[in-house]
């Protein structure tokens, strides 16, 4: 089975600039999580999604939303670019919400989003 | 807020040997979970071993298993027989209903 799979691999914006990132979860998982990990520290959590609502936010501004889709696929979407969003955005899927073992995540490669 | 602490940024070990990776998290929370993940260069996070908040007994994943103490709310890792592709930045993971919340990351070094 296909793991989770996110597009595209690297990026390269300019302040001010918009960008939007997409990821694919495994086949079955219904809930997507963003995390952005700035190099040299651990992933940040973002946002949550299940059965295409918001069940979690991070501490990010506004400029940060998401959406999950009918597939259960997902966007990131950034506004306003600042040098600070340098980072690589990861995501992760999971079968359902809830902390049992068989809820486990699993992440996908990430995305490299560099801002100039 | 639950908080999780890496104190080692940088550790390494001779293959073959022993390492242990600490770890303390903060957490109100009664139910969670603790995982410890494995980023290699290639930047895939790869899950390396879990532990229920609930049970006592602690975790072993092959050469990995973790020192849980709940009650001083630590959760280190110890890597047996260490081997080259073991080398890679180690994040410790807390997990609860509705958060997950990582450590800075410690990053250990396999010497031949």
């Known amino acids: 089975d296909a793991g989770v799979t996110q597009s595209p691999t690297h990026l390269i914006k300019t302040r001010g600039q918009h960008v939007t990132l997409r990821c694919s979860p495994i086949?079955?998982?219904?809930?997507v999580s963003w995390y952005q990990q700035v190099l040299g520290q651990g992933p940040q959590f973002i946002f949550q999604?299940?059965?295409?609502?918001?069940?979690g936010r991070g501490n990010f501004p506004d400029r940060f939303s998401a959406r999950q889709f009918p597939n259960y696929s997902s966007e990131l979407n950034v506004n306003a670019l600042l040098l600070g969003d340098s980072a690589l955005y990861l995501c992760?899927?999971?079968?359902?919400?809830?902390?049992?073992?068989?809820?486990?995540?699993?992440f996908g490669p990430g995305t490299r989003l560099t801002v100039t | 807020a639950q908080t999780v602490t890496q104190s080692q940024p940088e550790m390494s070990v001779q293959e073959a040997e022993t390492v242990t990776l600490s770890c303390t998290y903060d957490?109100?929370?009664?139910?969670?979970?603790l995982f410890w993940y494995k980023q290699p260069p290639s930047r895939q996070m790869i899950l390396v071993i879990r532990?229920?908040?609930?049970?006592?007994q602690n975790a072993t994943e092959n050469r990995f298993s973790v020192n849980f103490q709940k009650a001083a709310k630590s959760f280190s890792l110890k890597i047996s027989d260490s081997q080259l592709g073991d080398a890679a930045m180690y994040f410790c993971?807390?997990?609860?209903?509705?958060?997950?919340?990582f450590g800075a990351g410690t990053r250990l070094t396999v010497k031949p």
């Open positions: 992760a899927s999971r079968p359902h919400l809830g902390i049992g073992s068989s809820y486990e995540q699993y």
């Open positions: 086949s079955g998982h219904k809930s």
């Open positions: 999604y299940y059965e295409k609502e918001e069940r």
């Open positions: 957490t109100s929370e009664s139910d969670y979970y």
């Open positions: 532990q229920e908040a609930y049970k006592q």
């Open positions: 993971a807390y997990r609860s209903a509705s958060d997950m919340r």
